[in-house]
């Protein structure tokens, strides 16, 4: 069985620093692309970060390039999301999330979303 | 960029019913557009891939259509655990990025 369980979310003053984790099992960690994707307190989902299962290509939303960086380490089966510079507006549930790939073109590229962990609340306040 | 629209924003309906979602692209993403349901206090989960398969253990009652700029999501006889948000999600290939639209609440007339 697939799982994905985020941790390290909590409260955190502006301009602080956090760093999420997601512990992945169920599935090869290391042939799989993966994300981090928000919603903010009773709003939508919003893409944050994305990264390949080598870690070679990497993708961040505007929202956050500059101040949050995605990580991985295949060996521990986990993905990072080290978080400097937040703001009020990041605050939000930090769900991580595999990806699974359609062919494009005749190419496999990396499109949906199959599974999400649980999520951790980032607060961001004073 | 492209920009996702749903409509409508909400949906009131009573068990047994037809559920009819759409989703509109500010540009053509051809049919690969995905669609995820998510009820309170828990993580989406994915329905349709590619505009129209079903993923992994999901009911025959869900089905999705359209390519091009207009999708529908269909719920064909709604039961109790089915009345939640429901997202419609692309992916762009510049910038890279990946966009959900702004959800469409199916909620107990």
């Known amino acids: 069985e697939v799982q994905l369980v985020e941790s390290g979310g909590g409260l955190v003053q502006p301009g602080g620093s956090l760093r999420l984790s997601c512990a992945a099992s169920?599935?090869?960690?290391?042939?799989?692309?993966m994300n981090w994707v928000r919603q903010a307190p009773g709003k939508g989902l919003e893409w944050v970060s994305y990264?390949?299962?080598?870690?070679?290509?990497?993708y961040y939303a505007d929202s956050v390039k500059g101040r949050f960086t995605i990580s991985r380490d295949n060996a521990k089966n986990s993905l990072y999301l080290q978080m400097n510079s937040l703001r009020a507006e990041d605050t939000a549930v930090y769900y991580c999330?595999?990806?699974?790939?359609?062919?494009?073109?005749?190419?496999?590229?990396?499109?949906?979303?199959?599974?999400w962990g649980q999520g951790t609340l980032v607060t961001v306040s004073s | 960029e492209i920009v996702l629209t749903q409509s409508p924003a909400t949906l009131s309906l009573s068990p047994g019913e037809r559920a009819t979602l759409s989703c509109r692209a500010s540009?053509?993403?051809?049919?690969?557009l995905a669609w995820y349901q998510q009820k309170p206090g828990q993580a989406p989960r994915l329905l349709i891939y590619?505009?129209?398969n079903r993923a992994t253990g999901i009911p025959a009652r869900f089905s999705g259509s359209g390519s091009g700029t207009d999708f529908t999501l269909t719920i064909s006889s709604l039961e109790p655990e089915d009345f939640a948000v429901y997202y419609c999600?692309?992916?762009?290939?510049?910038?890279?990025?990946?966009?959900f639209g702004p959800g469409t609440k199916v909620d107990i007339k």
């Open positions: 999330a595999r990806v699974r790939f359609t062919m494009v073109r005749g190419v496999t590229t990396p499109y949906y979303f199959d599974y």
């Open positions: 169920g599935f090869t960690f290391s042939s799989y692309s």
């Open positions: 990264i390949s299962s080598s870690s070679s290509t990497i």
């Open positions: 540009q053509s993403v051809s049919s690969y």
């Open positions: 590619d505009a129209s």
């Open positions: 999600q692309q992916r762009s290939n510049w910038p890279p990025e990946f966009t």
